[in-house]
Structures are given as C-alpha cells and as structure tokens.
C-alpha cells in the first residue's frame, strides 16, 4: 500500500473563489486519479494526472474548472476554480499501486 | 463511465450475524475491487480480485468474481460493531483504468 496525505482536509470557501487541493505520496507512482464524492453519493473520476504530460478528464469535467498540476512522481494538486455551491463535496486522489488502488484520505469542501 | 448496480443499498443487521451484497454491471470488467469507507475518512480497498471465478478472503471478508465477469460479491461473516461503514464495489474494464464504482452499501450494526 501506499501512504497519501492530502492538504486541506476540509474548508468553507465562498461562492467564486478558488481553492487548490494537495496530494502527496510517500512513493513514486505514474498515475494519480482525482475523484469527487458528492453528499451521500459514490465516487466519480474527475481526471487523471500524469506527470509531464496534460492531465485527462473525464466526461463532465474540464480544465478550466479543475485545472490540476503533477509537478513529479510524488506531488499532484487540484484546484476548484470559481466554486458554487454545487461543488461541495470530498475530494479524493488515489494511486495504482501493485495489486490495487489507493486512495488519500479526502478533502471535504463546503461552499457557501 | 460504466454503471454498476450495487445491493443492497442498506442494511442493518445485529452483532454476529453474516452479511453479503453484491453488485452487477452490464459490461465485462477486469479487475473488481471492494472498498469500506469511513465517517470522514477516504476508501480503504478490502480485497482485490482480478481473475473470473476467483474466490479470495481477507480475515472474516470473502468476495469472488464473478464467471460471467459482470458481477462480484462480498460476504462479511460474524459481523461486529466495527464493520459499521459503506462499502463500495468497483470495476475496472479493458480500455482504459478508470475505476467505476457502485453507489455502496451503508451498513449499520447493533450490539
């Protein structure tokens, strides 16, 4: 398995702003995923973040609303651009590794 | 991504009991993984199964993958308070590793 740390582990922001969440990993791995988990609801990929190369989104998701950086092998952020309150939710990075995926432990955004 | 149906949606059960719940998809998956989440906490994966057929355990969890590959249980034996959480099925098909998950089983149980 893997250790996973994500910074913020929650915040209220206000409408129109922006927040910019951390992942760090304590082992170098080629993907990292970033998920939203809405109230009550599953998981739902938002994108895939390869280090250098251009992160890949999902259907219903895009880059100018959660741009996201893999500046290496260990480190990805993303960010919640001009948030309405249909964005709180957590947010969840995870990463392959070995017989399975892993995931941090969330970053619970509240909108007001 | 792919829907996946996950039952049952809830349930509740008393100390000691065995539990099981499962979900189905309509496409053939490679890889299905069950995961327990925490109040406030990410997914913990439990087990991981990656063959159809396979029947793997971890501790008092056991969950195969299913023959057709669109399908795959979770059976909890002897459950105690501390299973208490939701519990997430996911699939992962051939073209690409996107993860699709189920929409969980929250469990709750009493003493």
């Known amino acids: 398995s893997a250790v996973i740390s994500q910074k913020p582990s929650r915040d209220i922001c206000q409408r129109g702003t922006s927040l910019t969440i951390q992942c760090q990993v304590d082992?170098?791995?080629?993907?990292m995923f970033w998920y939203r988990q809405q109230p009550g609801q599953s998981l739902t990929l938002i994108a895939t973040?390869?280090?250098?190369?251009?992160?890949?989104?999902e259907s219903g998701f895009v880059i100018d609303k959660f741009p996201i950086s893999r500046p290496n092998l260990t480190f990805s952020t993303l960010t919640v651009s001009n948030m309405s309150p249909e964005d709180s939710s957590i947010y969840l990075c995870?990463?392959?590794?070995?017989?399975?995926?892993?995931f941090g432990p969330g970053t619970r955004l509240t909108v007001t | 991504g792919q829907q996946l149906n996950q039952s049952p949606q809830s349930m509740f059960i008393q100390e000691g009991e065995d539990v099981s719940m499962n979900c189905t998809s309509s496409?053939?998956?490679?890889?299905w993984l069950w995961y327990k989440q925490d109040p406030g906490e990410g997914p913990v994966l439990l087990i991981a199964?990656?063959?159809?057929?396979e029947l793997t355990s971890n501790g008092r969890l056991t969950a195969q993958f299913g023959i057709t590959r669109k399908d795959s249980f979770l059976n909890i034996s002897a459950s105690i308070p501390s299973d208490v959480g939701i519990y997430f099925c996911a699939g992962q098909g051939g073209s690409g590793y996107a993860l699709n998950f189920g929409k969980g089983t929250s469990l709750l149980v009493t003493p």
């Open positions: 082992s170098q791995v080629t993907m």
């Open positions: 496409s053939i998956f490679n890889t």
């Open positions: 995870s990463v392959p590794l070995g017989q399975g995926e892993y």
């Open positions: 973040a390869n280090q250098g190369s251009e992160a890949t989104y």
């Open positions: 199964l990656y063959k159809a057929g």
